[in-house]
């Protein structure tokens, strides 16, 4: 499956943005879908994912409450609704779907087998 990502850019501390991941070649049915981000100097890190049935959600402690994960069949596309964005939300963030991965491994970058080619992030203060 080949995934794209889309909808970064720059937006002033306390604004939205809404990043699209969206699949070709294959349905995500069946597949479990991460966000995942990397700011200049650190590694990546888990930010949200959503479950291979699509009924379970799952947030990094800093983006609890801000961000949602929501997915739409229909559109094929996994979406990453950023609200409340704060300087240190500024990364590259990356879509990856993988369709084997266990729930306890949800988090970890390197259990999923395909991504998408990042989009960047900037929240100014």
């Known amino acids: 499956v080949q995934l794209q990502a889309s909808g970064g850019g720059l937006v002033q501390a306390g604004g939205s943005l809404r990043l699209s991941c969206s699949a070709s070649?294959?349905?995500?049915?069946?597949?479990?879908v991460g966000w995942f981000r990397q700011a200049p100097g650190k590694e990546r890190e888990f930010v949200a994912a959503?479950?291979?049935?699509?009924?379970?959600?799952y947030y990094a402690t800093s983006v609890k409450g801000r961000f949602t994960i929501s997915g739409d069949n229909a559109k094929n596309t996994v979406y990453l609704q950023m609200n409340s964005l704060k300087p240190e939300d500024t990364a590259l963030y990356y879509c990856a779907a993988d369709n084997r991965i266990l729930t306890s491994s949800i988090r970890d970058y390197e259990q999923y087998d395909y991504w998408g080619q990042g989009t960047l992030v900037t929240v100014s203060s």
């Open positions: 959503i479950s291979r049935t699509g009924g379970y959600t």
């Open positions: 070649g294959r349905t995500f049915r069946g597949y479990a």
